[in-house]
Nanobody, 122 residues
Framework: QMQLEESGGGLVRPGESLSLSCAYS????????LGWYRQAPGKQRELVASMTGGERTNYEYSDSVKGRFTISRDKDQNTLYLQMNSLKPEDTAVYYC??????????????WGQGTQVTVSS
């Protein structure tokens, strides 16, 4: 069982930056993928950015955030980050931390944080 807790959301103006954090705790045999998703009102949840947890890290970004957002991880602190620069009003959403990995029985498990609101408005 894993627990994920996001922090860092808030209200910013267009063009400003914001950094989200996701502290995760618990135990998994492997952490395979860590990611950030978002859900705007009336829209489906969508992938923002993800990274693999193995020795060779692969990154994936949605086209709408490429070049503006950066996902990273501090393994020692068990924390996932999302640095968001040049924010736009269309980035307004609830942002969720996501983690997928295998338990000791080699079963794939998926966990979500509770979400943090990001609002970009002038």
């Amino acid at each position: 069982q894993m627990q994920l807790e996001e922090s860092g959301g808030g209200l910013v103006r267009p063009g400003e930056s914001l950094s989200l954090s996701c502290a995760y705790s618990g135990r998994l045999f492997t952490i395979d993928v860590l990611g950030w998703y978002r859900q705007a009102p009336g829209k489906q949840r969508e992938l923002v950015a993800s990274m693999t947890g193995g020795e060779r890290t692969n990154y994936e970004y949605s086209d709408s955030v490429k070049g503006r957002f950066t996902i990273s991880r501090d393994k020692d602190q068990n924390t996932l980050y999302l640095q968001m620069n040049s924010l736009k009003p269309e980035d307004t959403a609830v942002y969720y931390c996501n983690l997928r990995g295998k338990n000791n029985f080699w079963q794939m498990k998926e966990y979500w944080g509770q979400g943090t609101q990001v609002t970009v408005s002038s």
